[in-house]
């Protein structure tokens, strides 16, 4: 079992490996799987790449993210010049903007709104998190599905089956309604969001509560 200090430098080396921020000021605290990020980065894109890079590695379990975005002075990009970009941005990756509204503050992104799937929620977060200016993003669009209709266990476990991250991983699945609930074990918190992600792909599913607990490295 890795201590805290093996496990914060492992994070930290592995932001660090990356040229993007080899000289960046991102600090990291680590307490039982625990990883706590601070700093700054010059961009949202920025952050949401150390949070990514952090994830990846061996033995994190959980993740805080204190990371802000400091643009500096010489930005220069308006609200309206943002909002225009999410716009854009939505439309470019085929998410149905009529059922989105976005709201811009001093940099600060909020999208509103309902989707019929979870891939397009994920969709609008990736597209318009992209967008130059922005510092903080907030996604709050809820999925509706069009079927009403009971989930079944045995179509959300044949999906885990099909994909390498969760093929041989201890996951139990229980559906009530149109809710997963997905119980057990994983080694690592990649395969802990893989396993939500395939979940949330099944059709007509509304919420997914994942309680997969990632076991001693």
């Not at 975005?69 to 854009?88: F, Q, R, Y």
């Not at 998410?95 to 979870?118: A, C, F, K, M, S």
């Not at 907030?138 to 991250?165: F, G, P």
Request: hydrophobic share 40%; net charge negative.
């Amino acid at each position: 079992m890795k201590s805290n200090q093996d496990l914060q430098k492992d994070v930290q080396d592995a932001i660090q490996w990356d040229p993007l921020f080899k000289n960046a000021e991102i600090s990291v605290a680590a307490k039982d799987g625990l990883i706590t990020l601070s700093g700054s980065v010059k961009s949202y894109p920025d952050k949401l790449k150390v949070e990514t890079i952090a994830k990846s590695v061996y033995g994190v379990k959980a993740i805080v993210e204190h990371v802000t975005v400091n643009t500096g002075n010489h930005n220069g990009v308006s609200d309206e010049e943002v909002a225009k970009g999410v716009l854009d941005a939505l439309k470019l990756n085929g998410v149905p903007d009529e059922r989105i509204q976005v709201q811009v503050e001093e940099g600060h992104v909020t999208l509103d709104g309902e989707v019929r799937y979870n891939f397009q929620k994920e969709a609008a977060k990736n597209a318009a998190g992209n967008v130059n200016g922005i510092k903080i993003f907030t996604n709050n669009i809820a999925v509706k599905a069009e079927t009403q209709n009971d989930l079944e266990r045995k179509v959300v476990e044949h999906a885990l089956l099909r994909y390498s991250s969760t093929a041989d991983q201890n996951i139990r699945v229980k559906v009530s309604g149109n809710t997963i609930t997905l119980n057990g074990t994983v080694y690592s918190f990649y395969q802990k969001e893989e396993a939500a992600k395939i979940a949330w792909n099944t059709p007509g599913v509304l919420m997914v509560n994942d309680e997969l607990v990632i076991e001693g490295y």
